[in-house]
């Protein structure tokens, strides 16, 4: 048997994603992180993008989007606690693009009395669910 790893994706509403892997890949704060079994312990936060799982004996990978949260790797588990998630198969192309539309007229929209940062964090994760739509279908 492959030397794996258990991962475990969670949000606030629900358990995402978990079981064993031979490698995780994620956005971290200061780029890509890949992550296979006995990594060395760390914690960090994450930002918005494609959490991608390869199951042990499987060629697909499993694609989780996360809006950011953090991540929490010992040698044995991988611990990801995203603010929101979405599983890949469960992503609305449609929605993404209206939540983009709806942060950049906010932005451009100078008079408005909105939260600057909200609203551009509000941009960056529709930006990052667009991306990983279109690479998860690249993929198939």
Not at 6 to 21: H, K, N, P, R, T
Not at 29 to 36: D, K, S, V
Not at 132 to 137: E, K, M, T, V
Request: aromatic share 4%; charged share 25%.
């Amino acid at each position: 048997m492959a030397h794996t790893i258990q991962v475990d994706v969670v949000s606030a509403e629900e358990s995402i994603f978990s079981g064993l892997a031979e490698f995780v890949a994620l956005p971290g704060e200061a780029g890509e992180l890949g992550i296979y079994p006995q990594h060395t312990p760390f914690i960090t936060r994450i930002k918005p993008g494609s959490v991608r799982i390869k199951i042990p004996g499987q060629t697909e990978e499993v694609f989780v989007f996360v809006a950011g949260g953090l991540l929490e790797v010992q040698p044995t588990a991988v611990i990801v606690l995203a603010d929101s998630a979405i599983r890949g198969k469960d992503l609305d192309e449609a929605k993404a693009t209206e939540a983009k539309k709806r942060a950049e007229d906010a932005l451009a929209n100078r008079e408005a009395n909105i939260d600057f940062a909200q609203a551009h964090a509000e941009l960056s994760a529709a930006v990052a669910q667009l991306a990983a739509i279109s690479r998860l279908r690249q993929k198939r």
